[in-house]
């Protein structure tokens, strides 16, 4: 049979193509009706409006405010409506289902437990809470790997048999002091659906060595931990999560271009004389040699001021500098985004194709918190073989 040619990048082969998600926040992600049934049922009567499409505008808006701080403040009302164990079900519930249809096999959504302790429910009820919800929606999502089998998550006939996996992350508010226990927690619960830990809130004024007992914790236990640095906040946070906290990963790191000196051409290549490419300093050489993850995020990033704008943010430089990369929403919501959505905005911004793509997910999935081996059968028996069909 003739070969076809690659599959046209589209909305629909976008969303068939399998995708790896590492930095999504649970309550960062709700859908707008779901903010209004919620807030309804239970007497939070704070919401801007009343309405679902102007309560998905409103967050949108609310959000691009070019400042983390600001950015922020629209978690009030997901937050204000996740107090619950029914609410923190059905966010969870409904987060898995929303990605399974957006063709992301493998997604670790992070979360705050003690954000949601306000109408009495104990730390380790909400995490219990929500590991259910993921269950649930990941056991509805499933898909029979029968050839020819479509369903909404999945369009597209004749494609590898796959099912989503969920593992969650529990955060520690940075500007609280709670983190040693939520840490405790992450690993209490780390083979019951918990697969690592994080500290996010306000970088300013929140530096990750307050919490070095939190990540000392976790290095003795053997466990994983990614940490918000590099977003609002520039070199010296990223320099403090690596060689003080021992980050795994860094959440967002966008902020690695300050150690980055580019030269002033329109292009540059690797074969470019030594003064015609970019210069790396200490920590960026370190970060890449090391091989840590860059959990970056376009359209959130653009959103909080940590880029400029999307042609400006420094995706393409550090993909092209091989550092690993990797496509993340942080917050669907307030960015009214999915995974297909940020990977067609690279596309359309930098003129990716399906090898890229391949490459940015491939990174994800070798950078997920999960064993070696079960990280080895998500590329080979999942990831390779759906990027092989759009390939052609």
């Not at 990605?99 to 009820?125: K, M, Q, S, T």
């Not at 597209?156 to 226990?181: D, F, H, K």
């Not at 990540?215 to 918000?228: K, P």
């Not at 009214?336 to 090898?355: C, H, I, N, P, Q």
Request: glycine share 8%.
């Amino acid at each position: 049979m003739a070969a076809t040619g690659p599959t046209p990048i589209d909305d629909r082969a976008l969303r068939t193509a399998p995708k790896v998600l590492l930095h999504d926040h649970l309550d960062g992600g709700l859908r707008p009706q779901t903010v209004l049934d919620l807030a309804r049922k239970h007497g939070y009567r704070d919401l801007p409006c009343d309405d679902g499409p102007a309560l998905a505008a409103w967050f949108r808006t609310a959000a691009d405010s070019g400042s983390l701080e600001k950015y922020l403040e629209t978690f009030a009302h997901t937050v204000g409506v996740m107090q619950h164990r029914d609410a923190l079900i059905r966010v969870a519930r409904e987060c898995a289902l929303d990605l399974a249809a957006d063709g992301v096999v493998y997604a670790e959504v992070r979360f705050a437990p003690e954000l949601h302790i306000r109408a009495g429910l104990e730390l380790d009820e909400v995490i219990e809470a929500v590991l259910e919800g993921f269950e649930q929606g990941c056991a509805e999502a499933a898909i029979p790997s029968a050839p020819g089998h479509q369903s909404p998550g999945h369009p597209s006939p004749g494609l590898p048999g796959r099912r989503l996996r969920v593992g969650a992350l529990l955060t520690a508010m940075r500007q609280a002091a709670r983190s040693r226990e939520i840490a405790e927690l992450a690993v209490r619960y780390r083979d019951r659906g918990v697969v690592g830990f994080d500290i996010a809130g306000a970088e300013a004024g929140h530096p990750p060595t307050r919490h070095l007992d939190a990540f000392e914790y976790m290095r003795q236990a053997n466990a994983h931990f990614t940490i918000h640095a590099g977003e609002a906040f520039g070199l010296p946070s990223i320099h403090e999560a690596i060689a003080f906290c021992g980050a795994d990963r860094l959440g967002h790191g966008v902020r690695i271009t300050d150690d980055i000196a580019v030269p002033d051409l329109l292009d540059w290549h690797a074969d470019a004389p030594p003064e015609h490419r970019p210069v790396l300093g200490l920590v960026a050489n370190y970060v890449r040699d090391k091989r840590i993850p860059l959990e970056l995020c376009p359209s959130s990033n653009v959103q909080t001021g940590a880029a400029p704008s999307l042609d400006k943010h420094p995706f393409d430089l550090l993909a092209r500098l091989r550092f690993r990369v990797t496509v993340n929403t942080d917050n669907r919501l307030m960015s009214d985004t999915t995974m297909s959505r940020e990977m067609a905005k690279l596309v359309d911004t930098f003129g990716y194709d399906w090898l890229d793509l391949r490459r940015f997910t491939v990174n994800a999935a070798k950078s997920a918190f999960i064993p070696f081996d079960q990280r080895l059968a998500l590329i080979d028996d999942i990831i390779n073989p759906g990027y092989e069909v759009l390939f052609g």
